[in-house]
């Protein structure tokens, strides 16, 4: 990846880093978005890896440590796997549906995360995990809308400034 080419994935990836402190919706977050992007757009898989996990642990230092935080993590993980794989089928339908699997399969990791580390909250069958996933449709909305929002700001402004400006790509 160019100088140029990092400077401007690494800056649209702060800006998203720094509007996860900002007031927001409960849920409306950019990390699985940064996942996504990381996983398409850095040349180094390592730290395509590395930033979701940074952005995470640094922001739940002040946020707080909880039981599913492996679930959490090992979602942005497979995002930014899927990043991997979108890198060589970037469209505008491809993102868009990425990202919308995206939040479908944190959804289904978190909760389930949730249910198994309920201390009992749920019961352990299938009905007390259709319970917690019900109970978690609530947070989904607020989900999905910001995985589609930032994953769209990501990148197309990305895409735009690649256009635009092609020595920054």
Same mark, same amino acid.
């Given at each position: 990846?160019?100088?140029?080419?990092?400077?401007?994935?690494?800056?649209?990836?702060?800006? &998203?880093?720094?509007?996860?402190?900002?007031?927001?919706?409960?849920?409306?977050?950019?990390?699985?978005?940064?996942?996504?992007?990381?996983?398409?757009?850095?040349?180094?898989?390592?730290? &395509?890896?590395?930033?979701?996990?940074?952005?995470?642990?640094?922001?739940?230092?002040?946020?707080?440590?909880?039981?599913?935080?492996?679930?959490?993590?090992?979602?942005?993980?497979?995002?930014?796997?899927?990043?991997?794989?979108?890198?060589?089928?970037?469209?505008?339908?491809?993102?868009?549906?990425?990202?919308?699997? /995206?939040?479908?399969?944190?959804?289904?990791?978190?909760?389930?995360?949730?249910?198994?580390?309920?201390? /009992?909250?749920?019961?352990?069958?299938?009905?007390?995990?259709?319970?917690?996933?019900? &109970? &978690?449709?609530?947070?989904?909305?607020?989900?999905?809308?910001?995985?589609?929002?930032?994953?769209?700001?990501?990148?197309?402004?990305?895409?735009?400034?690649?256009?635009?400006?092609?020595?920054?790509?």
């Amino acid at each position: 990846m160019q100088r140029s080419s990092l400077f401007l994935s690494s800056g649209l990836i702060v800006l &998203a880093i720094v509007s996860r402190f900002l007031p927001h919706p409960p849920n409306f977050a950019p990390i699985m978005s940064v996942a996504l992007f990381g996983g398409v757009y850095l040349s180094d898989k390592r730290l &395509a890896m590395a930033i979701p996990f940074v952005i995470m642990f640094l922001s739940d230092l002040f946020l707080g440590f909880h039981n599913t935080l492996f679930f959490v993590y090992g979602s942005f993980a497979l995002m930014v796997g899927a990043g991997f794989w979108l890198r060589n089928h970037v469209s505008v339908m491809n993102v868009l549906f990425t990202a919308i699997g /995206g939040s479908i399969l944190f959804f289904l990791i978190s909760n389930l995360g949730v249910w198994l580390t309920s201390g /009992g909250f749920y019961p352990m069958n299938a009905a007390g995990l259709m319970e917690c996933y019900t &109970a &978690a449709i609530p947070f989904f909305h607020n989900s999905l809308l910001g995985d589609v929002v930032y994953t769209s700001v990501l990148f197309g402004a990305y895409e735009f400034a690649k256009r635009r400006l092609p020595q920054a790509a």
